[in-house]
């Protein structure tokens, strides 16, 4: 399989890019997940968008958001891996490309996470810790995690 991946500002990407992301997000947020919510919340236009091709094939996605749009802190958010890609690793591969753009982009401060309840494990294996209580985000039990500067 072969892996690229491209980082882009929002006026960066194409038609196509734009277009197979929101594709991607919608698939599994609104149709597998069966959650009613508007996913195009403005905070886009702000963000950086990790794009991660598997053959040429939008595999996984994520945005990195700057402190203060959504969290005091830099954050991470939308992460998703195309059904067709799940159990390759590719989930792991486009955090990891995120934590480093994050520190790339924002500098080596905490990054925030609003992690669904089930990938929990997943992202504890990143290095990020549960923050607080659970809560509901449309529907879907979610929690805090941070993960701590770099070094």
């Known amino acids: 399989m ?56 939008l595999a996984a996605y994520c ?30 591969k486009v955090m990891e490309l995120a934590i480093g753009y994050c520190n790339e982009l924002f500098g080596n401060h905490i990054i925030r996470i609003g992690a669904q309840t089930y990938a929990l494990a997943f992202y504890a294996s990143l290095g990020f810790t549960a923050q607080g209580d659970t809560y509901d985000e449309d529907g879907i039990e979610h929690v805090e995690m941070t993960l701590p500067p770099a070094g």
């Not at 980082?7 to 194409?14: A, P, R, T």
């Not at 958001?65 to 792991?92: H, N, Q």
């Open 63 to 92: 945005r990195l958001l700057p402190a203060g749009l959504s969290y005091p802190e830099v954050s991470i958010g939308r992460v998703v891996t195309s059904p067709a890609f799940r159990g390759t690793g590719l989930g792991r």
């Open 2 to 57: 072969d892996i690229t991946h491209r980082i882009k500002q929002f006026d960066e990407l194409n038609a196509a890019e734009l277009y197979g992301l929101l594709k991607l997000r919608s698939e599994v947020f609104v149709v597998e997940q069966n959650c009613v919510f508007l996913d195009q919340d403005d905070k886009d236009q702000q963000c950086h968008h990790l794009l991660l091709f598997a053959d040429g094939t």
